[in-house]
């Protein structure tokens, strides 16, 4: 009988665990904001500046830049002039340890090349636990692997890296780092959250 129970104890601290470990989708508030700091030491904010009854979500950053985001909080218009088809495919909500799911091909205008146009897919590599400490304090979360492929129309091609630690109990970014082999070492990014204000739903 004490090994029955010994065993369903494990089950149910197994089964917990499991759950811990996922990120649903996070539900934004106009107004909510998270300051982050880059490797150089230079902090930035981006606060959430309109929500649609969607789902769909805008992001103003402290550079001017306006990112909108769709319901499944994928990346879809960055700045004026780039739009990304569908979408700049990432990992799907909700976000769970050891599911690999999400990622695709999307493309969009290069930037900084007129006319060029950018045929990309995200691949996601690894979804894993773990704690990180960074400005903000230390967290429970949850990292994502990804690598994205891309060719330009000009024939150009190569591939960036990026891993993402979200936190279990804000279900928000803490840490981004990403590098571009087709730009080198100017292209790392390296940036972890200082501190956040007037989150929406983190239940």
């Keep these: 009988m004490k090994k029955l129970f010994a065993v369903a104890v494990l089950a149910l601290l197994v089964a917990s665990a499991s759950i811990a470990q996922k990120i649903a989708k996070p539900i934004h508030a106009v107004g909510e904001w998270c300051e982050y700091q880059e490797i150089n030491g230079k902090r930035y904010r981006q606060t959430v500046t309109e929500v649609g009854q969607d789902g769909t979500f805008a992001v103003l950053s402290s550079s001017g830049t306006v990112r909108v985001y769709n ?41 900084r090349k007129p006319g060029v146009t950018v045929n990309a897919k995200t691949v996601i590599k690894s979804i894993v636990p773990g704690r990180i400490t960074v400005p903000a304090g230390t967290f429970d979360a949850v990292k994502v692997d990804t690598v994205v492929e891309y060719k330009l129309s000009n024939g150009y091609s190569n591939y960036l890296e990026q891993s993402v630690w979200y936190s279990i ?19 790392k990014i390296d940036d972890s959250l200082v501190r956040c204000g007037g989150l929406g739903s983190t239940s």
Excluded: C, M, T
Aim: hydrophobic residues 25%.
């Design 169 to 187: 109990g804000q279900k928000r970014p803490i840490k981004f780092q990403s590098i571009d082999y087709g730009i080198g070492r100017d292209s």
């Design 71 to 111: 319901a499944d909080q994928q990346l879809v218009q960055r700045g004026g002039n780039v739009k990304y088809s569908p979408a700049w495919l990432g990992p799907s909500f909700p976000i769970k340890v050891g599911e690999i799911k999400g990622g695709g091909s999307f493309s969009y205008p290069h930037p």
